[in-house]
């Protein structure tokens, strides 16, 4: 294996196209997200998004979308010049509860995590009850996200990434 | 933000390697040989070790306190002495007046100013109180994973140091290319990953 710390910077940009890639899928194909978890009611861009284009010639420039009512047509515009997804915030609902959540493509860290709300801890022998309870429901979020980058790698490295997924994100950032 | 914090910021890690039986009790030994050690009054500047989560100012591992349902819960602690730079300044320069004014010279050499800085941080550091900084570790064993609650790069870095001396076991923080090895490719696809290109999706 490699170094790494060489590997984190080499494939960063893996990071970068499966936030891209996840940004399509919420938007083309919600039957994808309800195979991967059954529990899940919807998976929808929140209030924030990181675009950052790294890997062309003009490389450099960077876009930050904010606000709940954020208007995503400037992000597809940003990917019309060659970025790529950075940084995504994201709603997750299942059942009556909702999970707000960062999640950054070069290190696939979980930032910013607000699970609903839990119990009350009143006693020492309630943290053990607590800790549970947040572990379940962490693990709900951390678990999406590892069945979606799972589902995407094994995508990426399979000849359907070139033949099939690009051209119809293409087709998606860019209609003509 | 440790664990129970309204939000939480998660970096996940992979455990490899086993542990000898009985893990419980090694884990509990190598918890309490690696306990962070209290810096308040003495000379050194920052110390790091293992806490418990839930009483990080008196760490106690008897009797698997750290065990929770079926995973390991207890935290790493970072305590750093911060001396302002002002202040350093201002107790050099006292020493460095008192020095010159009892041997009657009117310069110090560079090792002698060196000496001297050493003493003054020696000095303050065990007069002021060190930081303590809490960051939670949930390990489940059986899984081999390890959430770490924190994405601070030097809080991180700590406890990959500490937990490899503690434990003897490889953490291997899960990034893109670690979590492709990780996600169950075949040997070929293993291979294709480690060839692959950025995608130029536009531009």
Redesign the interface.
């Known amino acids: 294996m490699l170094d790494i710390a060489v590997a984190y910077h080499r494939y960063q940009f893996i990071g970068d196209e499966f936030l891209t890639w996840l940004w399509y899928i919420i938007e083309n194909d919600s039957q994808l997200l309800s195979r991967i978890d059954k529990e899940l009611a919807s998976l929808e861009i929140g209030s924030r998004m990181v675009l950052a284009n790294r890997y062309q010639k003009d490389s450099g420039e960077t876009v930050t979308i904010k606000g709940e009512e954020a208007n995503m047509d400037e992000g597809l515009l940003a990917l019309k010049k060659g970025a790529m997804v950075a940084e995504l915030n994201l709603l997750y609902r299942s059942g009556d509860h909702e999970w707000r959540f960062n999640l950054k493509g070069e290190s696939l860290n979980f930032s910013s995590l607000k699970v609903p709300e839990t119990g009350k801890i009143e006693t020492q022998e309630d943290i053990e009850g607590a800790v549970i309870e947040k572990v379940f429901l962490c693990e709900k979020i951390i678990g999406l996200i590892n069945g979606l980058f799972k589902h995407f790698i094994k995508l990426r490295v399979s000849n359907d990434w070139s033949a099939k997924i690009v051209p119809a994100i293409r087709k998606w950032i860019a209609p003509s | 933000m440790g664990?129970?914090s309204?939000?939480?910021?998660?970096?996940?890690y992979r455990v490899e390697g086993q542990l000898p039986s009985p893990v419980n009790e090694h884990v509990a030994a190598a918890l309490k040989k690696n306990a962070i050690d209290e810096i308040d009054n003495e000379a050194i500047e920052q110390a790091v070790g293992w806490t418990s989560?839930?009483d990080p100012y008196q760490p106690d591992f008897e009797g698997s306190r750290f065990v929770?349902?079926t995973?390991w819960?207890f935290s790493l602690r970072i305590d750093k002495k911060s001396i302002p730079t002002k202040v350093l300044k201002k107790h050099y320069n006292m020493e460095v007046s008192q020095r010159l004014a009892e041997s009657g010279r009117d310069y110090l050499s560079k090792m002698e100013k060196k000496q001297l800085k050493d003493h003054v941080l020696t000095v303050l550091n065990t007069r002021i109180p060190a930081t303590p900084n809490i960051y939670d570790i949930?390990w489940n064993y059986e899984e081999g994973t390890l959430?770490f609650f924190s994405?601070l790069k030097s809080a991180n870095e700590a406890l990959e140091t500490l937990f490899t001396r503690s434990f003897k076991l490889s953490l291997?923080?899960?990034?893109?290319?670690?979590?492709?090895?990780a996600?169950?490719?075949s040997g070929p696809?293993k291979d294709?990953?480690?060839q692959?290109k950025?995608?130029?999706?536009?531009?």
Not at chain 2, 6 to 12: E, F, G, K, L, R
Not at chain 2, 172 to 181: C, E, H, K, Q, S
């Open positions: 664990l129970l309204p939000t939480v910021s998660i970096t996940q989560f839930d929770i349902d995973v819960v949930l959430w994405n291997v923080r899960m990034f893109p290319y670690t979590a492709g090895l996600a169950g490719l696809d294709c990953l480690d692959l950025p995608t130029l999706f536009m531009g």
